[in-house]
């Protein structure tokens, strides 16, 4: 039986307002990536926004522009890290419908973990395998050069990923190195911590052991942290929170390992899981 956890409550009366100044924002950022690839940090965040709103109005991801929205915010996640591991010269970055040549950064302010992750996510959730396989050669120590203040098991949790889809050793005791890291004694934000990034290694555990039924636990317990995390006053009209990513890419990988998926939210956009829209278009 499919249980079926809502979304909190989000204010519609400017939705449409609201995505086309985003979509400006965004279409100038990559009007300019050629120019400034520097930006790039900047469009991740934008194009992200814009795919979580575009899911405001249709939370299943149902209709073109919203999952040209989602695959755009992808192909951004992976030019970061191409562009910041190319040693010099240019890239050739498809994004948004066109192959743009984009000069390589080095790292930058933001090629950091909460980037990574991201990147992660948006990649599996496309089902974009060579994007994926890309982002797990990145190396932990390009992630910690721009000495952003992440906790390890943030790189601990990335190494975890890196490791499973690329087939290294020592998974589990990755997996638990980061679920250890997740301590609320020892984070600086055990709320976020507890809610928000705990709960997707916990999936994930349930995952590679291929517990179904432990999986369900997890991930209905992930989508009501989440909605707890961001009914918060100060929270509730934050865009970010329209989706659970994180779970979003957990589910989509116990989806294409053939694990049953009996848990339906407006948190999680039943399109994308689903993957039929897949090869809809060049990406």
Known sequence: MVSIITRHPFPTGNAEEGIAVLQENAHDLLEGLEADPSSLGDALSTTLTLAEAHCLMDPRAAIYPTRDAWVTAMQVGSAVFATALAPKG??????????????????????????WLTAFYLAVACREKDRITALCQVPLSLLRENGAQFEEHDYAWIDTLQTYWLGGQDLVPKLVSAVDGTDPDT???????SK????????????????????TRALTQALELHKQYWSEEDRAVNIGGLVALAPLAIVCLAHDAGMPIEVESEYLPAVLIGRNWCGEFPT
């Open 90 to 115: 240019n890239v050739r970055c498809r994004i948004a419908h066109k192959d743009l040549t984009l000069q390589a950064t080095g790292p930058q302010w933001y090629v950091h973990p909460g980037a």
């Open 187 to 193: 984070v600086s934000d055990p709320e976020t911590v």
């Open 196 to 215: 928000l990034v705990y709960p997707p290694m916990e999936m994930f555990h349930r995952f590679i052991r291929k517990d179904h039924e432990g999986f």
